[in-house]
């Protein structure tokens, strides 16, 4: 425990520095989403139905887009401990007295920082062209995307430690984020889809994610969904951190 706060600290460090130094990273990590804005934003000005009035189609979306991003964002970070377990370097770290839930917890927090710039980016953007949201619920809203990514992005260490394989990871990420994206209102309101695609919905914890940011954006804190949103990405963000973590100490390497 003693070392478990410096470790993080270098561990951090390095794996941030290791990510910005990528220029492919920059050009599509920070231009995807603001692609996503620009060429989907505007078709979305005139969509009209249950949930949807006149001139706030942008304001529900531009909320789920940021859900998209901390989903994307993170679920794919297991391919980047694959690469590590190939090219040796997480076995040069095995060998050395690192905490193995600090080397998590650095990773962790590098991929909390990485979307967090993708999401300011995104909000400036979409600010640019139009976006008015509540200040303060957006400030909230960043750490609901934080939240979204430690859950993400835990349970990607976790599978690759468990699988081993980058095809069959990329694979049961796509199987797993497909349903995750397809039945939460990211793009468009539940409201508009079908009572028994609704209810499917409510068995998504992306769902209530993205209702909460909506609800947080327009300064609603009134609405309850803004605390079951927190409760349920919260609470399996420990679950996963915590399955995640017990790998990491039956050992990175074997």
């Known amino acids: 425990m003693n070392t478990l706060l410096p470790d993080t600290r ?21 231009g995807q989403p603001v692609m996503w804005l620009v060429l989907f934003g505007p078709l979305v000005r005139s969509v009209t139905g249950p949930g949807v009035s006149s001139g706030n189609q942008f304001m529900l979306f531009v909320p789920g887009l940021l859900m998209m991003v901390a989903l994307f964002g993170s679920t794919f970070m297991g391919l980047t401990l694959l690469a590590d377990l190939r090219t040796g370097v997480l076995e040069r ?10 080397l998590l917890s650095g990773w962790l927090l590098r ?6 710039a993708q999401a300011l980016l995104l909000l400036a953007v979409a600010m640019a062209m139009g976006l008015r949201a509540h200040l303060g619920g957006t400030a909230m809203t960043l750490v609901l995307v934080a939240l979204v990514g430690v859950l993400g992005a835990s349970t990607s260490y976790g599978l690759a430690l468990v699988l081993r394989d980058e095809n069959t990871l990329a694979s049961t990420v796509n199987i797993l984020t497909m349903p995750l994206t397809l039945v939460s209102g990211l793009l468009l309101p539940v409201t508009l889809a079908p009572g028994w695609l609704q209810a499917m919905a409510k068995v998504n914890p992306l769902y209530y994610a993205v209702e909460a940011a909506r609800s947080l954006m327009a300064g609603q804190f009134h609405d309850t969904a803004i605390p079951v949103g927190f409760a ?12 995640a973590a017990s790998l990491f100490r039956k050992g990175v390497v074997r």
Do not use: M, Q
């Not at 460090?13 to 050009?27: D, G, Y």
């Not at 349920?232 to 399955?243: C, D, E, I, P, Q």
């Open 10 to 30: 270098a561990l951090y460090r390095f794996a941030l520095h290791e990510a910005v130094s990528n220029r492919t990273w920059i050009v599509l990590g920070l």
């Open 93 to 102: 770290l095995a060998a050395t007295p690192v905490s193995r839930v600090g």
């Open 111 to 116: 991929d909390v920082t990485l979307l967090t």
């Open 232 to 243: 349920v990405v919260g609470g399996l963000a420990v679950l996963t951190v915590s399955w």
